[in-house]
């Protein structure tokens, strides 16, 4: 698992997440501004607010404010200065208090804000594999990127639910082999997890292995079955159920091919031939799923 997890970090600077249908198809309210980087969209959600903002960073990430009746929880904040920045005026302007910053599958530029993470998520932050891929990030982007808190974060352990702004957070274990951090249920109608579910081919740096499918596969099973409205991601900003159904389809797919070809040219034919309009690499998908460890 540890060796996935390092290529799927190692290779998320070339990550390019493809829109998702439900941005287009969901009730919104979004807002537009010339001068923004991001795009943030507003959905009217049963007790609560939801605030999507698609960053249109390098790596396709995406935060969430979730607004109760007199205050706000911030989801994964900002990791670039430009973001951080417009997420920062977002909140300033909506004139409620932020009780927490959970910060799940993404670290990012919270300030001072109050801290909170899934159990064990800080240790693998502060770890190798983590801390690795943000010092090669720190490399990279050089002073676009913002500066982490360096507060102590507290920790919500995995099965229990957390009430902040007077939505119910429930934490619960995530895909198998991806982070060690937590799909989140937020007030029963919004599903959390590290990718959006978008209609298209699926990135190997979620499934880069048989057992990724498998682990991806029982997630998406998982999430479908939990009845929320809407599904939402680090990457890839909201969707819906049909989006859901449509993973769930594809990696049954997948499995049926990796079953039935011997080598990745005939699998990723194989999955253009049963996806011949859907947007996406296959051909970098195939090259993954069929990689050996020697090479």
């Known amino acids: 698992m540890k060796k996935i997890l390092f290529s799927m970090m190692a290779a998320a600077l070339l990550v390019g997440c493809t829109g998702n249908k439900a941005q287009q198809t969901a009730e919104e309210e979004t807002v537009t501004t010339d001068s923004l980087t991001g795009a943030f969209a507003t959905y009217e959600l049963d007790g609560f ?3 999507v903002y698609n960053s249109n960073d390098v790596m396709g990430d995406a935060s969430y404010i979730i607004e109760g009746d007199s205050a706000l929880v911030v989801m994964e904040y900002p990791l670039f200065k430009v973001n951080a920045a417009e997420f920062a005026d977002y909140i ?8 927490v910053d959970v910060t799940d599958y993404h670290l990012g530029g919270s300030g001072d804000l109050p801290l909170t993470m899934p159990e064990g998520m800080a240790a693998f932050i502060d770890g190798p594999i983590y801390g690795g891929m943000m010092k090669g990030f720190a490399e990279q982007f050089g002073e676009t990127m913002v ?6 974060p507290a920790e919500v352990p995995f099965g229990e639910t957390q009430t902040w702004a007077g939505v119910d957070f429930r934490f619960e274990h995530g895909a198998a082999s991806d982070f060690p951090a937590a799909s989140i249920i937020i007030g029963g109608q919004v599903y959390y997890t590290h990718w959006t579910p978008a209609e298209a081919h699926m990135s190997p740096l979620q499934i880069g292995s048989a057992e990724a499918v498998d682990a991806e596969l029982a997630e998406a099973q998982k999430a479908l079955a939990s009845g929320a409205k ?7 900003g909201l969707a819906e159920q049909a989006q859901v159904q449509f993973k769930i389809d594809y990696l049954t797919k997948v499995k049926e091919l990796l079953a039935a070809n011997a080598d990745a040219t005939a699998f990723a034919e194989a999955l253009k031939a049963a996806y011949p309009d859907l947007p996406g690499d296959a051909d970098a998908l195939a090259a993954a799923l069929y990689k050996t460890d020697a090479q």
């Open 49 to 51: 607010r939801l605030h």
């Open 92 to 99: 300033d302007a909506l004139g409620k208090p932020v009780a």
């Open 147 to 152: 500066e982490l808190p360096a507060q102590k």
């Open 230 to 236: 809407y599904f939402i991601g680090g990457h890839g």
